[in-house]
């Protein structure tokens, strides 16, 4: 069964300060991971997405990190703003892409 | 604005009721997906059209159907509508085959009451 887990299910940080998710996936076969941000009430908005081949894409302050090998990615999160307070999610594509399995997302509160 | 259109942003209705829910693609795109949403819980895939035919089914229970029109523009009609189907509802749309495009639409929030 093809599976998308992450972790925390939720993190307070504060304000200025780093933090990073995880993401660890059974799927197969394996086509490309995406991660999303969603405001609450709001679609889902891509960060970044990388293939079998990239081991890291950034955007901005995110950074996520992919090991193939070990079926685990990362979103970091760098000198974090109170606009970061969201749901991270992780989404992997399954072969011919139109099949997309969804982690159960993080959610990150930054504070003042 | 991601490019890809739903109506209504709100919705509320009655049990027992039916609803459509509208989804226009980005220009270009020829796939829309459609996820469900509860409360707190994850996107729920539910059905995937392409170029107006069905091609990938989720979730979706027989209550509910969708279609694609020439226009590829995607309809999703929700009856005998119950409580627990209150949910924020997502299009999103991409090209097909590619790793990259797939955008979301900004929902509509379903409450049956």
């Known amino acids: 069964k093809n599976q998308v887990e992450q972790s925390p299910q939720s993190l307070i940080i504060l304000e200025g300060k780093n933090c990073t998710l995880q993401?660890?996936?059974?799927?197969?076969?394996?086509?490309?991971l995406r991660w999303y941000k969603q405001d609450t009430g709001r679609g889902p908005v891509s960060l970044t997405i990388?293939?079998?081949?990239?081991n890291t894409k950034s955007n901005g302050r995110y950074t996520a990190t992919l090991d193939a090998d070990t079926k685990q990615s990362s979103l970091h999160i760098t000198a974090s703003q109170l606009s970061d307070s969201a749901s991270y999610i992780c989404?992997?594509?399954?072969?011919?892409?139109?099949?997309?399995?969804f982690g159960a997302g993080t959610t990150v509160t930054v504070r003042a | 604005d991601s490019g890809v259109t739903q109506t209504p942003k709100h919705l509320i209705t009655a049990t027992g009721q039916r609803v459509t829910l509208r989804c226009s693609p980005r220009?270009?795109?020829?796939?829309v997906y459609w996820y469900q949403q509860s409360l707190d819980q994850g996107l729920q895939f539910l059905i995937q059209?392409?170029?107006?035919?069905?091609?990938a089914k989720g979730n979706i229970l027989e209550r509910f159907s969708a279609q694609q029109f020439p226009d590829l523009h995607s309809e999703l009609n929700l009856s005998s509508l119950e409580l627990g189907d209150s949910a924020l509802y997502f299009c999103?749309?991409?090209?097909?085959?590619?790793?990259?495009?797939?955008?979301f639409g900004s929902g509509t929030r379903l409450t049956v009451v």
């Open positions: 220009s270009g795109d020829l796939s």
């Open positions: 993401c660890n996936y059974t799927v197969s076969p394996f086509s490309n």
């Open positions: 989404v992997v594509s399954v072969g011919n892409d139109y099949k997309l399995s």
């Open positions: 999103a749309s991409s090209v097909q085959g590619l790793n990259y495009g797939y955008t």
């Open positions: 059209y392409y170029n107006g035919e069905e091609r």
């Open positions: 990388m293939t079998f081949s990239e």
